[in-house]
């Protein structure tokens, strides 16, 4: 596949309206927990990006039947499922596989797979995965690259103590436990959207859940599960970064299906720091926020933290607006030390950045960036450089483009109807 690149002409007015997509994160979790049952699972509201093609390509490889029945509604059957037969390359380059752990030790007693892949943001081992899993009695070995888990005749223990508040160890053990005739607990559960959105569907499919949402679970899994109908929730990540490039660029935009609840957090920040929205409540969940342009914006300091905290997904672009905004900013992501990589770009544009260490950059603002020829570091940064290139004066180039498409659907597209003069090239 031939790469692509991006390029932006900067400083070109943004207004009119934008919706999000059905979420990626919450998508990963979900898709997989259809390959604990042999019945039919249908999904809607399926987000069309790289990195879910890539998920069902794993599927197939396995013998997953996978049917598309609309443009964004997916049927799996998983009833013939074949471990054996899976594609290990797609394996290592795609870090949502680790869930298959939980899943194939849940259905069949053993897991063999690599370390999964993925953004380039820092070491994410899947040390947290492995202790839980220790926790239970599973058997872990290392042999030629592999992971190979083998699930006890019995449970070691009830209760599992997670390491950190990881989200996709929480989704692994949550998977795992929801085919265990038994009570598990697990303390310290992060308990962010994507598996509040899973607990949803193995509830659906026979499983108990108490405490979505919390740091203690409780899940009382069946010796059998269900299949299921679901549509994805609406994804509030993109959402927050389309809300913050709105903002950046001074923009005058309705950001249309954003899961408010978990953005609400978010909301509160900015506008702390002096954003302008106005918010129209749809209905259960969702909600539309018109982001006004807004004047003296200062945010002084930012850091990620676990849900339901400040999301580490949308640092990254509120770094770029962080550029725009009188006085200095300290931005700190104390779990990815590669998090802050995409300021370099930033610093070639023209932004005045001062690193502390790999966790915390100091950006003094406001300065005007000027276009740059950039490379995209990963998926989030990625996001935050096209942020830059459409407040830049002249030209911006991004390459190695595919690493947004792994999680943005068609954005040049979306992004052109409100007004950006954004268009992708192959090299």
Known sequence: MAEESFVIQGGKKLKGEI????????AFPVLI????????????NVPLIEDVFRLLDIFQSMKVKV????????KINAKNIDPSKINTNLVMRFRGSVLLFGVLLARFGKASLPQPGGCVIGVRPIDTHLDAFSQLGVKIEEKRGKFILTAPKKIKDSMVIMDELSVTATANVMLFASLINEEIIMKVADGDYQNQELAKVLKKMGAKIIGAGQHTLRIKGAKKLWGFKHSLMYDPIEAGTFIIMALAAKGDILVKNAEYPFLEFVLKKLEDCGANFEITHRGGTIADVKVLPSKN???????SLPYPGFPSDLLSVLGVLATQTKGVTLIHDPLYEGRLKYMEGLTKMGADIFFS????????????LYGADLGSFDLRGGAALITAGLIAEGKTTIRNI?????????????LRKIGADIKRIKN
Do not use: F
Not at 35 to 44: A, F, G, M, R, Y
Not at 297 to 303: A, S
Not at 357 to 368: E, F, L, M, Q, S
């Open 19 to 26: 919706s999000v997509s059905g979420s990626k994160n919450a």
């Open 33 to 44: 927990a259809a390959l604990l049952t042999d019945e039919d699972c249908v999904i809607d």
């Open 67 to 74: 049917e598309w029945l609309k443009k964004r509604r997916v």
């Open 297 to 303: 914006i200062k945010i002084r300091k930012m850091q």
């Open 357 to 368: 260490d790999p966790h915390r950059a100091v950006i003094n603002g406001i300065t005007k």
């Open 402 to 414: 595919y690493q947004v498409d792994r999680g943005y659907e068609k954005l040049e597209e979306r």
